[in-house]
């Protein structure tokens, strides 16, 4: 049985400690929040505290905070020489103060506190330098049924800006969608098959493979009628600049 205390309640937290939980090789022996009213909810589940001075011992500390708050909670904990790891996608692992031995243990995934969350599907990008640490990681991702991969701080980095570009960039251009389809009185519902199978292609083909659209086809008409009929200026300008990276991706000539 791996004992956990974790220390945080934002959307990531919420849901490590639900599958942590859940798992029968795995203990949630305690829950810091220094506003103890987030994670009241959970009181008759496990034990919780606002007081970094009551963190009992355990096998891994998970500190479930933000970037900003990572050195500052690390250098408060009250004991030295124990396994604590951080959730970042961009924090160093050399964030976390040096008394302690360090790690991270981050889920590669997009979380909303009330959306339901399947970890067999979560890659755990796991960093440790103890060899004796990162066998302990190993073993938590797969005791949540994840994948786990062995990926270092830098590549860490790297790989939060190409999820950024993968997910909330995405995301955006979908709300931008909603917006176009809202205010032409059209069911944003329309487009859900064509996202869907765009995901769908990514599963067997490259990205590069999978393009269409007049940017890939150097289809100049239909991209100056576009854009004459996009009022808002902000989606003009995305629509240019992503049209330009589609057409130099793919050789076609600028427009």
């Excluded at 355990?58 to 479930?64: F, G, V």
């Excluded at 190409?162 to 205010?183: D, L, P």
């Amino acid at each position: 049985m791996i004992s956990v205390v974790l220390l945080g309640a934002g959307n990531v937290a919420t849901h490590l400690y639900k599958v942590f939980h859940n798992s029968n090789a795995i203990t949630v022996t305690q829950w810091y929040n220094r506003h103890i009213d987030k994670i009241s909810t959970y009181k008759n589940e496990v034990s919780i505290t606002d007081s970094l001075s009551e963190l009992v011992e355990a096998d891994i500390y998970i500190l479930a905070v933000s970037d900003d708050s990572i050195s500052t909670v690390s250098e408060a904990l009250p004991f030295q020489d124990r396994f604590v790891v951080h959730t970042s996608g961009t924090a160093s692992l050399y964030d976390l103060d040096e008394t302690h031995r360090r790690g991270v243990f981050y889920p590669l995934q997009t979380f909303t506190k009330d959306a339901d969350i399947d970890f067999n599907n979560i890659p755990l990008c796991i960093e440790a330098l103890k060899k004796t640490d990162f066998k302990l990681l190993k073993k938590l991702a797969e005791a949540i049924g994840s994948k786990d991969y062995k990926v270092s701080t830098e590549q860490r980095k790297r790989l939060h800006i190409a999820a950024v570009f993968a997910n909330n960039f995405t995301n955006q251009m979908y709300r931008i969608a909603h917006e176009i389809t809202e205010a032409n009185q059209i069911e944003f519902d329309v487009l859900k098959p064509l996202i869907l199978e765009t995901a769908k292609k990514i599963q067997n083909m490259s990205p590069y493979m999978a393009q269409t659209g007049p940017a890939t086809r150097g289809d100049k008409q239909t991209i100056k009628k576009h854009l004459n009929l996009i009022e808002n200026p902000q989606h003009k300008a995305i629509y240019k600049l992503l049209t330009e990276s589609i057409t130099d991706t793919h050789g076609r000539k600028k427009l």
